[in-house]
Protein backbone atom coordinates (compact mmCIF):
# COMPACT_ATOMS: atom_id res chain seq x y z
CA UNK A 1 0.00 0.00 0.00
CA UNK A 2 1.28 3.39 -1.20
CA UNK A 3 1.50 6.06 1.89
CA UNK A 4 -1.29 7.70 3.38
CA UNK A 5 -2.41 10.86 1.35
CA UNK A 6 -3.30 13.74 3.61
CA UNK A 7 -5.58 16.21 1.74
CA UNK A 8 -8.37 18.66 1.93
CA UNK A 9 -10.73 17.50 -0.08
CA UNK A 10 -11.66 13.76 -1.11
CA UNK A 11 -14.17 12.97 -3.54
CA UNK A 12 -16.37 10.11 -4.19
CA UNK A 13 -16.84 9.63 -7.66
CA UNK A 14 -15.56 10.76 -10.98
CA UNK A 15 -19.15 10.96 -12.36
CA UNK A 16 -20.30 14.93 -14.15
CA UNK A 17 -21.26 15.55 -10.19
CA UNK A 18 -18.19 14.66 -9.00
CA UNK A 19 -15.77 16.25 -11.66
CA UNK A 20 -17.80 19.54 -11.21
CA UNK A 21 -16.94 19.24 -7.29
CA UNK A 22 -13.39 19.23 -7.94
CA UNK A 23 -14.14 22.42 -10.63
CA UNK A 24 -15.87 24.45 -7.71
CA UNK A 25 -13.28 23.26 -4.69
CA UNK A 26 -10.59 24.88 -7.23
CA UNK A 27 -12.33 27.74 -7.54
CA UNK A 28 -12.14 28.00 -3.71
CA UNK A 29 -8.61 27.41 -3.95
CA UNK A 30 -9.15 24.18 -2.87
CA UNK A 31 -7.12 20.72 -4.50
CA UNK A 32 -8.82 17.60 -4.30
CA UNK A 33 -7.94 13.89 -4.45
CA UNK A 34 -10.75 11.89 -6.58
CA UNK A 35 -11.53 8.30 -5.97
CA UNK A 36 -13.50 6.14 -8.71
CA UNK A 37 -14.10 2.17 -9.03
CA UNK A 38 -14.09 2.34 -13.18
CA UNK A 39 -10.35 3.20 -14.67
CA UNK A 40 -11.84 6.36 -16.56
CA UNK A 41 -13.63 9.41 -15.38
CA UNK A 42 -17.58 9.81 -16.48
CA UNK A 43 -19.79 7.48 -14.23
CA UNK A 44 -22.88 6.46 -15.74
CA UNK A 45 -21.95 9.00 -18.86
CA UNK A 46 -19.32 6.49 -19.59
CA UNK A 47 -20.58 3.56 -18.75
CA UNK A 48 -24.10 3.69 -19.64
CA UNK A 49 -23.87 6.28 -22.53
CA UNK A 50 -21.09 6.79 -23.58
CA UNK A 51 -22.37 7.60 -27.38
CA UNK A 52 -25.66 8.74 -26.80
CA UNK A 53 -27.51 12.08 -27.28
CA UNK A 54 -27.93 14.15 -24.27
CA UNK A 55 -30.16 17.23 -24.76
CA UNK A 56 -30.66 18.92 -21.13
CA UNK A 57 -27.06 20.87 -20.27
CA UNK A 58 -27.48 23.96 -20.20
CA UNK A 59 -26.29 26.00 -23.36
CA UNK A 60 -24.89 22.61 -24.76
CA UNK A 61 -28.17 21.67 -27.07
CA UNK A 62 -26.70 18.07 -27.58
CA UNK A 63 -23.49 16.14 -26.24
CA UNK A 64 -22.86 12.38 -25.71
CA UNK A 65 -22.19 11.22 -22.58
CA UNK A 66 -18.17 10.88 -23.32
CA UNK A 67 -18.53 14.78 -25.00
CA UNK A 68 -19.56 15.91 -21.68
CA UNK A 69 -17.35 13.97 -20.02
CA UNK A 70 -14.41 15.33 -22.13
CA UNK A 71 -15.13 19.16 -21.29
CA UNK A 72 -16.30 18.70 -17.98
CA UNK A 73 -12.17 17.31 -17.39
CA UNK A 74 -10.75 19.99 -19.58
CA UNK A 75 -12.88 22.25 -17.54
CA UNK A 76 -11.06 20.92 -14.22
CA UNK A 77 -7.93 20.48 -15.77
CA UNK A 78 -6.23 23.92 -14.58
CA UNK A 79 -6.40 22.76 -10.57
CA UNK A 80 -4.57 19.55 -11.34
CA UNK A 81 -6.65 17.05 -9.57
CA UNK A 82 -5.02 13.54 -8.63
CA UNK A 83 -7.22 10.86 -9.65
CA UNK A 84 -7.74 7.30 -8.39
CA UNK A 85 -9.22 5.12 -10.25
CA UNK A 86 -10.06 1.28 -10.14
CA UNK A 87 -10.49 1.98 -6.52
CA UNK A 88 -13.89 1.32 -4.26
CA UNK A 89 -14.11 3.37 -1.10
CA UNK A 90 -14.22 0.42 1.86
CA UNK A 91 -13.70 2.06 5.39
CA UNK A 92 -14.32 5.19 6.89
CA UNK A 93 -13.41 6.34 10.94
CA UNK A 94 -13.47 9.52 12.44
CA UNK A 95 -9.87 10.43 13.95
CA UNK A 96 -9.20 12.41 16.86
CA UNK A 97 -8.20 15.81 15.36
CA UNK A 98 -11.41 15.48 13.07
CA UNK A 99 -10.22 14.18 10.01
CA UNK A 100 -11.87 11.02 8.55
CA UNK A 101 -9.66 7.86 7.75
CA UNK A 102 -10.72 6.47 4.18
CA UNK A 103 -9.48 3.21 2.81
CA UNK A 104 -9.88 1.88 -0.13
CA UNK A 105 -9.65 -1.18 -1.91
CA UNK A 106 -9.33 -3.18 -5.23
CA UNK A 107 -10.25 -6.60 -5.74
CA UNK A 108 -10.90 -6.82 -2.07
CA UNK A 109 -7.46 -6.09 -0.86
CA UNK A 110 -6.37 -2.42 0.59
CA UNK A 111 -4.91 -0.26 -1.53
CA UNK A 112 -4.65 3.50 -0.49
CA UNK A 113 -5.25 5.16 2.76
CA UNK A 114 -6.41 8.77 2.92
CA UNK A 115 -6.77 11.45 5.66
CA UNK A 116 -9.25 13.99 4.85
CA UNK A 117 -10.27 17.43 6.34
CA UNK A 118 -13.69 16.98 4.50
CA UNK A 119 -15.08 13.65 2.38
CA UNK A 120 -17.33 14.68 -0.81
CA UNK A 121 -19.25 12.17 -2.07
CA UNK A 122 -20.90 12.00 -5.58
CA UNK A 123 -21.09 8.31 -5.95
CA UNK A 124 -24.33 8.52 -8.62
CA UNK A 125 -26.48 4.65 -8.60
CA UNK A 126 -23.52 3.43 -6.85
CA UNK A 127 -20.40 2.17 -7.82
CA UNK A 128 -20.12 0.48 -11.43
CA UNK A 129 -18.63 -2.92 -10.85
CA UNK A 130 -18.14 -5.68 -12.88
CA UNK A 131 -21.22 -8.47 -13.10
CA UNK A 132 -19.29 -11.27 -11.68
CA UNK A 133 -19.75 -15.23 -12.51
CA UNK A 134 -21.15 -17.21 -9.81
CA UNK A 135 -19.37 -20.39 -10.37
CA UNK A 136 -17.61 -22.36 -7.06
CA UNK A 137 -14.30 -22.00 -6.93
CA UNK A 138 -13.54 -19.75 -9.48
CA UNK A 139 -12.90 -16.67 -7.22
CA UNK A 140 -9.96 -18.17 -6.07
CA UNK A 141 -8.48 -17.36 -9.39
CA UNK A 142 -9.54 -13.58 -9.97
CA UNK A 143 -6.09 -11.21 -10.64
CA UNK A 144 -4.48 -14.42 -11.88
CA UNK A 145 -6.44 -16.12 -14.62
CA UNK A 146 -9.66 -14.43 -14.19
CA UNK A 147 -10.32 -10.75 -15.20
CA UNK A 148 -13.40 -9.19 -15.48
CA UNK A 149 -13.77 -6.10 -18.17
CA UNK A 150 -9.97 -5.74 -18.22
CA UNK A 151 -7.08 -6.84 -17.82
CA UNK A 152 -3.19 -6.29 -16.98
CA UNK A 153 -1.18 -5.26 -20.25
CA UNK A 154 0.54 -8.19 -21.62
CA UNK A 155 -1.75 -11.16 -18.98
CA UNK A 156 -3.02 -12.98 -21.87
CA UNK A 157 -0.47 -12.63 -24.52
CA UNK A 158 0.25 -15.86 -25.97
CA UNK A 159 -2.29 -17.86 -23.57
CA UNK A 160 -5.09 -20.15 -24.30
CA UNK A 161 -8.09 -17.49 -23.51
CA UNK A 162 -11.68 -17.59 -23.28
CA UNK A 163 -13.86 -14.70 -23.50
CA UNK A 164 -17.52 -14.24 -21.89
CA UNK A 165 -19.67 -12.41 -22.43
CA UNK A 166 -21.89 -11.20 -25.35
CA UNK A 167 -21.83 -7.18 -25.53
CA UNK A 168 -19.32 -4.98 -26.99
CA UNK A 169 -16.53 -5.55 -24.52
CA UNK A 170 -16.70 -8.98 -25.05
CA UNK A 171 -16.47 -8.96 -29.10
CA UNK A 172 -13.53 -5.87 -29.01
CA UNK A 173 -11.77 -7.90 -26.33
CA UNK A 174 -12.01 -10.93 -28.33
CA UNK A 175 -10.95 -9.15 -31.34
CA UNK A 176 -8.13 -7.47 -30.18
CA UNK A 177 -6.20 -10.43 -28.10
CA UNK A 178 -6.78 -12.71 -32.01
CA UNK A 179 -5.57 -9.95 -33.72
CA UNK A 180 -1.61 -10.07 -35.07
CA UNK A 181 0.10 -7.63 -32.16
CA UNK A 182 2.49 -7.68 -29.24
CA UNK A 183 -0.74 -8.88 -26.78
CA UNK A 184 -1.74 -11.49 -29.25
CA UNK A 185 -3.22 -14.49 -28.09
CA UNK A 186 -2.39 -17.92 -28.65
CA UNK A 187 -6.19 -18.89 -28.80
CA UNK A 188 -9.52 -17.35 -28.85
CA UNK A 189 -12.84 -18.81 -27.63
CA UNK A 190 -15.77 -16.35 -27.14
CA UNK A 191 -18.53 -17.84 -24.74
CA UNK A 192 -21.72 -16.56 -24.87
CA UNK A 193 -25.38 -18.08 -23.82
CA UNK A 194 -26.54 -16.91 -27.46
CA UNK A 195 -24.88 -16.96 -30.65
CA UNK A 196 -25.73 -13.21 -31.00
CA UNK A 197 -23.38 -10.46 -30.38
CA UNK A 198 -24.14 -6.49 -29.52
CA UNK A 199 -21.18 -4.50 -31.08
CA UNK A 200 -21.00 -1.83 -33.77
CA UNK A 201 -21.74 -3.26 -37.21
CA UNK A 202 -17.68 -2.74 -38.14
CA UNK A 203 -16.96 -5.20 -34.85
CA UNK A 204 -19.29 -7.76 -36.28
CA UNK A 205 -18.11 -7.82 -39.63
CA UNK A 206 -14.50 -8.39 -38.20
CA UNK A 207 -16.04 -11.09 -35.64
CA UNK A 208 -17.54 -12.91 -38.65
CA UNK A 209 -14.56 -12.88 -40.85
CA UNK A 210 -12.18 -14.29 -37.98
CA UNK A 211 -14.68 -16.75 -37.05
CA UNK A 212 -14.85 -17.90 -40.79
CA UNK A 213 -10.86 -18.24 -40.81
CA UNK A 214 -10.80 -20.31 -37.91
CA UNK A 215 -9.10 -17.11 -35.76
CA UNK A 216 -11.61 -16.90 -33.33
CA UNK A 217 -13.87 -19.92 -32.15
CA UNK A 218 -17.14 -19.15 -30.47
CA UNK A 219 -18.74 -21.37 -28.01
CA UNK A 220 -22.68 -21.13 -27.23
CA UNK A 221 -23.43 -21.92 -23.49
CA UNK A 222 -22.87 -21.13 -19.81
CA UNK A 223 -19.86 -22.32 -17.62
CA UNK A 224 -20.87 -24.24 -14.59
CA UNK A 225 -17.85 -25.74 -12.87
CA UNK A 226 -14.39 -25.48 -13.31
CA UNK A 227 -11.34 -27.99 -13.71
CA UNK A 228 -8.13 -26.90 -11.33
CA UNK A 229 -4.64 -28.62 -11.91
CA UNK A 230 -1.90 -27.89 -10.03
CA UNK A 231 -3.29 -25.16 -7.73
CA UNK A 232 -3.82 -23.68 -11.68
CA UNK A 233 -7.36 -22.93 -13.85
CA UNK A 234 -7.07 -26.09 -16.36
CA UNK A 235 -10.73 -25.18 -17.92
CA UNK A 236 -13.83 -24.87 -17.67
CA UNK A 237 -17.20 -26.67 -17.72
CA UNK A 238 -19.91 -25.62 -20.28
CA UNK A 239 -23.26 -26.37 -20.48
CA UNK A 240 -24.88 -26.05 -23.95
CA UNK A 241 -28.16 -25.31 -25.45
CA UNK A 242 -28.75 -29.28 -25.83
CA UNK A 243 -27.89 -29.79 -22.80
CA UNK A 244 -24.53 -31.32 -22.97
CA UNK A 245 -21.63 -30.46 -21.01
CA UNK A 246 -18.30 -29.74 -22.12
CA UNK A 247 -14.62 -29.22 -21.39
CA UNK A 248 -13.68 -26.10 -22.50
CA UNK A 249 -9.37 -25.74 -21.72
CA UNK A 250 -7.46 -22.28 -21.36
CA UNK A 251 -5.28 -20.66 -19.35
CA UNK A 252 -6.97 -17.17 -18.97
CA UNK A 253 -10.77 -16.44 -18.51
CA UNK A 254 -11.86 -12.79 -19.24
CA UNK A 255 -15.03 -11.84 -18.05
CA UNK A 256 -17.01 -8.74 -19.59
CA UNK A 257 -20.26 -9.46 -18.71
CA UNK A 258 -21.21 -5.45 -18.27
CA UNK A 259 -21.25 -3.69 -15.22
CA UNK A 260 -23.92 -2.97 -11.91
CA UNK A 261 -23.94 -0.27 -9.87
CA UNK A 262 -23.43 -1.29 -6.36
CA UNK A 263 -23.70 1.43 -3.13
CA UNK A 264 -20.92 -1.03 -1.39
CA UNK A 265 -19.54 -0.15 2.17
CA UNK A 266 -21.17 2.93 1.67
CA UNK A 267 -24.13 1.64 3.20
CA UNK A 268 -22.08 0.73 6.41
CA UNK A 269 -20.86 3.90 7.33
CA UNK A 270 -23.71 5.11 9.98
CA UNK A 271 -25.08 7.48 7.64
CA UNK A 272 -28.68 8.24 7.63
CA UNK A 273 -30.27 6.93 4.54
CA UNK A 274 -33.54 7.02 2.90
CA UNK A 275 -34.59 3.84 0.53
CA UNK A 276 -30.99 3.31 -0.01
CA UNK A 277 -30.15 7.35 -0.76
CA UNK A 278 -28.38 9.22 1.53
CA UNK A 279 -30.21 12.13 3.07
CA UNK A 280 -28.87 15.82 3.41
CA UNK A 281 -29.64 19.44 4.16
CA UNK A 282 -30.64 21.09 0.43
CA UNK A 283 -28.57 24.22 1.98
CA UNK A 284 -25.29 22.52 2.05
CA UNK A 285 -25.45 19.07 1.12
CA UNK A 286 -24.08 18.04 4.41
CA UNK A 287 -24.98 14.27 5.27
CA UNK A 288 -26.04 13.23 9.24
CA UNK A 289 -21.78 13.58 10.18
CA UNK A 290 -20.09 16.86 10.34
CA UNK A 291 -18.07 17.07 7.40
CA UNK A 292 -18.98 14.87 4.90
CA UNK A 293 -21.29 16.05 2.07
CA UNK A 294 -22.95 14.26 -0.75
CA UNK A 295 -24.29 15.11 -4.13
CA UNK A 296 -26.04 13.69 -7.35
CA UNK A 297 -28.06 10.42 -7.44
CA UNK A 298 -26.46 9.13 -4.44
CA UNK A 299 -28.30 11.99 -2.30
CA UNK A 300 -32.05 12.41 -1.43
CA UNK A 301 -34.32 15.29 -0.47
CA UNK A 302 -37.16 17.34 -0.77
CA UNK A 303 -37.76 18.37 -4.50
CA UNK A 304 -35.07 16.24 -5.64
CA UNK A 305 -34.76 15.44 -9.52
CA UNK A 306 -31.93 13.04 -10.69
CA UNK A 307 -30.50 15.30 -13.56
CA UNK A 308 -27.21 16.08 -14.20
CA UNK A 309 -27.77 19.64 -13.89
CA UNK A 310 -29.39 19.52 -10.59
CA UNK A 311 -26.27 17.49 -9.42
CA UNK A 312 -24.40 20.95 -10.65
CA UNK A 313 -25.83 22.76 -8.85
CA UNK A 314 -25.64 20.81 -5.49
CA UNK A 315 -21.56 20.32 -6.54
CA UNK A 316 -21.57 24.39 -6.20
CA UNK A 317 -23.19 24.30 -3.03
CA UNK A 318 -21.38 21.84 -1.36
CA UNK A 319 -18.30 22.91 -2.31
CA UNK A 320 -18.83 26.13 -0.92
CA UNK A 321 -20.23 24.64 2.77
CA UNK A 322 -16.65 22.29 2.35
CA UNK A 323 -14.47 25.62 2.47
CA UNK A 324 -15.99 27.14 5.16
CA UNK A 325 -14.89 24.19 6.55
CA UNK A 326 -11.69 24.22 5.50
CA UNK A 327 -10.88 27.39 5.48
CA UNK A 328 -12.95 29.36 8.32
CA UNK A 329 -10.74 32.51 7.36
CA UNK A 330 -11.54 33.16 4.08
CA UNK A 331 -14.51 35.68 3.37
CA UNK A 332 -17.47 34.81 2.08
CA UNK A 333 -17.87 37.34 -0.48
CA UNK A 334 -18.79 36.10 -3.69
CA UNK A 335 -16.84 36.44 -6.49
CA UNK A 336 -17.43 35.84 -10.44
CA UNK A 337 -15.05 34.38 -13.06
CA UNK A 338 -15.78 36.95 -15.28
CA UNK A 339 -14.38 39.40 -12.79
CA UNK A 340 -12.25 38.09 -10.16
CA UNK A 341 -8.87 38.39 -11.13
CA UNK A 342 -8.01 36.19 -8.50
CA UNK A 343 -10.26 33.48 -9.88
CA UNK A 344 -9.26 34.00 -13.12
CA UNK A 345 -5.82 33.36 -11.94
CA UNK A 346 -6.60 29.94 -10.53
CA UNK A 347 -8.31 29.01 -13.72
CA UNK A 348 -4.70 29.89 -15.40
CA UNK A 349 -6.15 32.99 -17.57
CA UNK A 350 -3.40 35.48 -18.31
CA UNK A 351 -4.61 39.12 -17.86
CA UNK A 352 -6.08 40.71 -20.84
CA UNK A 353 -6.55 37.43 -22.57
Same mark, same amino acid.
Given at each position: ??????? @???????????? /??? /???????????????????????????? =?? *???????????????????????? %??? &? *???????????????? =?? $???????? =?? $??????? !??????????????????????????????? /??? !?????????? $???????? @???????????? %???????????????????? &?????????????????????????????????? %??????????????????????????????? *?? !??????????????????????? *??????? =?????????????????????????????????? &???????? &? %??????????????
Amino acid at each position: MAAVIET @DALVVGAGPAGL /FLV /FELGLLGIAAHLVDVQDQAGGQCIALYA =DK *PIYDIPAVPLCTGRELTHQLLRQI %SPF &S *PVFHFGQQVGTLERQP =DG $RWQVETET =DG $RLCQQFL !TRTLLIAAGVGAFVPKQLKVEGLAAFVGRQL /FYQ !TSPAGALAQQ $RVVVVGGE @DAAVMNALALAE %SGADQAQSVTLLHRRDVFEA &SAADLARLAALRAAGIIQVQVGQITGIQTAGGRL %SAVLVSTPDQATLTLPLDMLLVCQGISPKLG *PL !THWGLAMERKQLCVSPATFATSE *PSIFAVG =DVITYPGKKKLIVCGFHEATLAAFAAARLIQPEQ &SEVLQYTS &S %SALLQQRLGIRSGA
